[in-house]
């Protein structure tokens, strides 16, 4: 079957070619997941360690008799710059021991459980880690406002990235 040489170089062309393309597929894959997670937590850090935005999380209002209430109208204003659609990236806001109170997700604000990030803010520290083996990217981000100490947690469930990978499959696999 593979006697001529015609057939011989159409093979190792064809090899050749899928060897290539496995490989510029991997890299593909590989680069939007790392820059889908940089961009995030690069944004999220760039909102969060904004002074007006952290001195507004963090400083009740004149006779602010619902806290919980007045971050979420803060963070309602600011869910643009936070990239929240409710759907694909919620915010939430817990309490200091990562119990919901609101969000822009109620039903996930009942489930959510304990990752890294979240870890670190209930122990004072604002949690920016990221990992390229879980299905989601997070912060949080624990703050006082007058005496309540609270975490906003915000989680992305990266389905953006998942399309697009799939879709780059298709194309490359076509």
């Known amino acids: 079957m593979f006697r001529s040489l015609h057939m011989k170089l159409m093979l190792i062309m064809v090899l050749l070619i899928l ?27 760039d909102i969060f360690s904004d002074t007006d935005f952290s001195t507004a999380l963090q400083t009740p209002g004149e006779n602010e008799e619902d806290p919980v209430a007045a971050v979420k109208a803060l963070m309602e204003a600011n869910v643009g710059s936070l990239g929240v659609d409710n759907h694909n990236r919620n915010y939430y806001i817990l309490d200091q021991y990562a119990r919901y ?59 953006t990235v998942t399309q697009l990978n799939n879709q780059l499959f298709l194309i490359i696999v076509e």
């Open 101 to 159: 109170l609101d969000g822009s997700d109620s039903e996930g604000g009942q489930l959510l459980e304990m990752t890294p990030n979240l870890t670190a803010a209930l122990n004072g520290q604002s949690g920016y880690r990221s990992d390229v083996a879980v299905d989601y990217m997070d912060v949080a981000v624990p703050f006082q406002r007058g005496d309540g100490h609270y975490i906003i947690y915000i989680r992305d469930n990266r389905e």
């Open 19 to 45: 060897a290539l393309m496995t490989v510029v597929g991997s890299f593909l894959v590989n680069s939007v997941v790392s820059y889908y997670l940089t961009d995030f937590y690069e944004q999220m850090q």
